[in-house]
């Protein structure tokens, strides 16, 4: 969260996510969460970009490694050494800017899995049988 205001409305969101099944509660929240962080870091980055094009590029680039990535199944170790390796190909660009890159691309990919695990908790919650009493 960049600022105060952006706290505020994090809190204020997460706040009125109450569900009696606390699993799925967490699941919305952590996609909500996930959600909210990818959009401050990807306005992070295009503050910082500007009307650079080469930067634009750079954020496209990254949001679609991301969306690659965000159906493998990582380990934490896999994703660190992914992280690892967008760090070293950003080349360009200010240290501030280098690290709006990266952190918008590990945005993108902690909403991805958010969104797969989010898909699949409601997915077999869906097609579990009313009468099993699940």
């Known amino acids: 969260m960049a600022n105060e205001l952006a706290a505020r ?8 996510i109450d569900f009696v099944d606390d699993s799925a509660e967490g699941i919305v929240d952590g996609l909500v969460s996930a959600g909210l962080a990818l959009n401050d870091s990807g306005d992070a980055f295009m503050a910082l970009a500007g009307n650079d094009v080469d ?10 490694l991301a969306d690659i990535f965000d159906d493998v199944n990582l380990t ?4 660190d050494s ?8 950003l080349k360009s660009g ?14 993108t990919l902690s909403f991805g899995i958010a969104a797969k695990a989010g898909n699949e908790f409601f997915d077999t919650l869906l097609q579990a049988d009313p009468s099993e009493g699940g």
């Open 9 to 16: 409305i994090r809190t204020l969101t997460l706040s009125k």
């Open 55 to 64: 930067q634009a590029d750079i954020a496209n680039a990254l949001v679609d």
């Open 76 to 79: 934490p170790a896999q994703t």
């Open 82 to 89: 992914l992280n690892g390796v967008v760090d070293r190909l």
């Open 94 to 107: 200010t240290a501030e800017q280098k690290q709006a890159a990266k952190d918008l691309f590990s945005t």
